[in-house]
T-cell receptor, first 112, second 115 residues
Framework: GENVEQHPSTLSVQEGDSAVIKCTYS??????FPWYKQELGKGPQLIID?????GEKKDQRIAVTLNKTAKHFSLHITETQPEDSAVYFC???????????FGKGTRLSVIA | GAVVSQHPSWVICKSGTSVKIECRSL??????MFWYRQFPKQSLMLMAT?????????EQGVEKDKFLINHASLTLSTLTVTSAHPEDSSFYIC???????????FGSGTRLTVV
């Protein structure tokens, strides 16, 4: 089955700096890669996703890149703000109704 | 966008009692819903896949008789934790798959505390 590795587990950046979180996956059949932001006591919120037919996607300060050959994908947050502080999870899944497999999460702290 | 409502947001129950958690897709029909459990500072672990009109598929190590899942309609799935014990205390989260794509829309989660 699919295995998703996520690094780093914790990340501290100064406000205004960029943050990068990386994930690798094992199943070459996976074709959907979402990123979630989870705040304390809340469910995960989808912030951006990418499908395997696309190499990069951007939404304002957030971007995701995908390298299918190397089986890794990354989340990039630019101009970080204190409200970006949260736990971020990457995930991967295949087609149909296969469930998402999550990475272990990255706790991002943005220091003002 | 797709909205999933999960209820209750938190519950405290006595050891040995049962607790039901509801997961509703508010503006779309979800033929498949997923139930996850999350312990503090850990990732989401899939418990089971809930398919409308059929039996749920449980992940290895998850007791189907303890975690009863019912997906009787296209907008509602329920998880019942039966004979709850303190070790069942956790954050339970459901998600529903939008039939138009592969996005997982998550509910807000249920904090279960068994005392």
């Amino acid at each position: 089955g699919e295995n998703v590795e996520q690094h780093p587990s914790t990340l501290s950046v100064q406000e205004g700096d960029s943050a990068v979180i990386k994930c690798t996956y094992s199943d070459s059949a996976s074709n959907y890669f979402p990123w979630y932001k989870q705040e304390l006591g809340k469910g995960p919120q989808l912030i951006i996703d990418i499908r395997s037919n696309v190499g990069e996607k951007k939404d304002q300060r957030i971007a995701v890149t995908l390298n299918k050959t190397a089986k890794h994908f990354s989340l990039h947050i630019t101009e970080t703000q204190p409200e970006d502080s949260a736990v971020y999870f990457c995930a991967a899944s295949g087609s149909g109704n296969t469930p998402l497999v999550f990475g272990k999460g990255t706790r991002l702290s943005v220091i003002a | 966008g797709a909205v999933v409502s999960q209820h209750p947001s938190w519950v405290i129950c006595k050891s040995g009692t049962s607790v039901k958690i509801e997961c509703r897709s508010l503006d779309f029909q979800a033929t498949t819903m997923f139930w996850y459990r999350q312990f503090p500072k850990q990732s989401l672990m899939l418990m089971a896949t809930s398919n409308e009109g059929s039996k749920a598929t449980y992940e290895q190590g998850v007791e189907k008789d303890k975690f009863l899942i019912n997906h009787a309609s296209l907008t509602l799935s329920t998880l019942t934790v039966t004979s709850a014990h303190p070790e069942d205390s956790s954050f339970y989260i459901c998600s529903a798959r939008d039939p138009a794509g592969m996005e997982g829309t998550f509910g807000s989660g249920t904090r279960l505390t068994v005392v």
